[in-house]
């Protein structure tokens, strides 16, 4: 028996293909060395981090319901108060339903008042042909890919492996210029080259670029695992902004995730579903220019250990991302 059997009819297709790559071992092994201890519940991996005081909380990401039973629900409660934790983060990769919210509360768990991943996302379904899936693009979607086409950007992807360094390189350059225009506090190049360490002997992930001439002017970070690729870091450049260099390189993504036999293309966080006020709105009119479905996950839920602690980090954290 496992934890959750999503209601929707079109669920049971979904359900067998969605996994993360947040539950595979290469990336339990990348988190270790940016500071968690990895701690092993089965199959499920848990991610341990250290607080100040000797405290600490624990975190299971991206878990598909369909790789959980009971039983390990139980024993994550178990394993938060053997490691003295604060609380213990459940983060449920599966689309959302109110029987399965309320079969996870159940459990002891409550709603968790932050996302680490996003909850809602923009899927783009690759079980149609490539031209259902160009139908159902936004009309500017499908002009945008024809018109960098026209202007001559070239796209070109490569796996993430030592042989690729200079790529990502360049990667950074336009990453970490998208972060600073966005005001938003990106990753070192150090995360990116340890992912590359850890990753390079998988084909979990490439690194896509769209070219004009030899400039770069947009990258994408896609991962392949369980059914799914997700866009999981990227960046653009100002600079011939008219030529629509993104909308190519994702279209070609797409594509090629469709060949290898993914079900889903994960385009990642966008605004929840009718929230035009979001600071999400921008980048959610980009990405729904693909068309696909906004798709609300289950998200996080928290067992809480030690109910005083919890409210003091629950705090110190709302604090810490208004700084950021």
Request: hydrophobic share 35%.
């Amino acid at each position: 028996m496992r934890l959750l059997r999503p209601p929707e009819a079109d669920s049971q297709r979904q359900r067998r293909f969605m996994r993360s790559i947040l539950q595979t071992k290469e990336w339990a092994e990348f988190k270790a060395s940016q500071g968690f201890e990895i701690l092993n519940l089965g199959e499920v991996f848990v991610h341990k981090k250290n607080l100040p005081l000797k405290q600490n909380f624990l975190y299971v990401p991206e878990i598909s319901p369909d790789d959980i039973t009971p039983t390990q629900i139980e024993e994550l409660k178990k394993l938060a108060k053997d490691n003295s934790s604060i609380f213990i983060r459940l983060e449920l990769y599966g689309k959302y339903s109110e029987n399965a919210q309320k079969l996870v509360k159940s459990f002891g768990y409550i709603k968790s008042f932050e996302q680490v991943q996003p909850k809602w996302r923009q899927f783009v379904d690759l079980t149609k042909t490539t031209g259902e899936i160009l139908a159902q693009m936004k009309q500017k979607g499908r002009y945008n890919i024809k018109l960098a086409e026209r202007k001559g950007v070239r796209v070109e992807s490569v796996r993430l492996k030592v042989e690729n360094s200079e790529t990502l390189k360049f990667f950074y350059k336009l990453y970490q210029e998208t972060s600073q225009r966005s005001k938003i506090s990106g990753r070192p190049f150090s995360y990116f080259q340890k992912m590359l360490e850890l990753f390079q002997q998988t084909d979990y992930i490439k690194i896509y670029s769209a070219k004009l001439g030899h400039e770069y002017l947009a990258v994408a970070l896609v991962s392949f695992f369980g059914g799914v690729a997700t866009y999981l870091y990227g960046g653009s450049s100002r600079r011939h902004k008219e030529v629509m260099a993104p909308y190519l390189m994702h279209w070609q993504a797409i594509k090629d995730a469709k060949e290898a036999g993914y079900k889903i293309y994960d385009l990642h966080g966008r605004a929840k579903f009718g929230d035009e006020k979001s600071s999400w709105a921008g980048i959610t009119n980009f990405k729904e220019q693909f068309g696909g479905t906004p798709t609300e996950l289950l998200g996080s839920y928290d067992f809480v250990n030690k109910p005083m602690l919890y409210q003091v980090f629950k705090i110190a954290e709302k604090m810490r991302r208004r700084e950021n």
